[in-house]
């Protein structure tokens, strides 16, 4: 029989190992996510000049515009000037057009903020584009709802979206103007249940509602 001592080696032993494989699969995820990141900015950089500036943004707002259904009968899901507030918000440098450190840096940062303080408008560009692999402008149910648990939990959000896509029976496919709405439901939702911890509210509504973007100060 193994003694006192022997067990307590094989147990941390055992946690190392542990411990070693989460630090493995957390590096294969990071790099996964550093690979979907580093394919969307190149979607999005579409005269890959290494930047994305408003024509590009526009360019992509089109393509997701024409996915079947994708904003509506082909509405863009964001007009030229709300497109430049998207990039805006991130353009640290002011030269009109964000670069890849601008752009990966904003996408971590709004991952991992608390506060709700950090621009959310182009982040959710990326998370929908990161999601939609085979570029054709749609993301499925399944990848809308693990993103929407990520953020605001398993509950707020299934309470929701059970609702949402009972009454619609064409849910299978995500569009972004459909994905922006969702979001945008479900950060209410999470807002009403508990407000002091729910980020991304302020910057949602106006994907939905474009005259909330004259709320927004920039250099229109
Ligand atoms: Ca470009
Ligand atoms: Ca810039
Ligand atoms: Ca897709």
């Known amino acids: 029989m193994a003694t006192h001592k022997e067990r307590m080696a094989l147990k941390q032993k055992e946690d190392a190992e542990k411990a070693r494989r989460e630090k493995e699969r957390r590096e294969f995820k990071e790099a996964q996510e550093l690979e979907s990141l580093k394919r969307v900015f190149k ?3 579409k005269n890959a000049d290494g930047k994305i500036d408003l024509d590009d943004l526009m360019h992509e707002f089109g393509d997701l515009a024409k996915a079947r259904g994708g904003a509506g009968e082909g509405r863009m899901p964001y007009t030229r000037k709300e497109a430049s507030m998207v990039l ?9 057009a964000v670069d890849w ?3 990966s840096t904003t996408f971590h940062r709004t991952r991992d903020d608390k506060t709700g303080c950090e621009p959310r408008k182009l982040f959710h560009v ?14 499925d149910v399944d990848e809308c709802l693990s993103i ?4 605001y939990g398993k ?3 299934d309470a929701k979206m059970q609702d949402m896509f009972k009454e619609d029976d064409d849910t299978k496919n995500i569009y972004f103007s459909k994905f922006m709405e969702v ?8 807002m009403r249940q508990t407000p002091s911890s729910v ?17 927004f100060s920039g250099p229109l």
């Open 126 to 139: 990326i998370e929908f584009l990161m999601h939609d692999k085979n570029g054709n402008g749609v993301i």
């Open 88 to 96: 805006w918000e991130v353009d640290d440098d002011n030269d009109n």
């Open 148 to 151: 929407m648990h990520a953020r």
């Open 101 to 103: 450190h601008e752009f």
């Open 183 to 190: 979001q945008s439901i479900v950060a209410k939702e999470a």
């Open 155 to 157: 509950e707020t959000v």
């Open 43 to 45: 979607r999005l950089d």
């Open 199 to 215: 980020p991304s509210v302020r910057s949602l509504s106006f994907a939905k509602d474009p005259s909330k973007v004259l709320e």
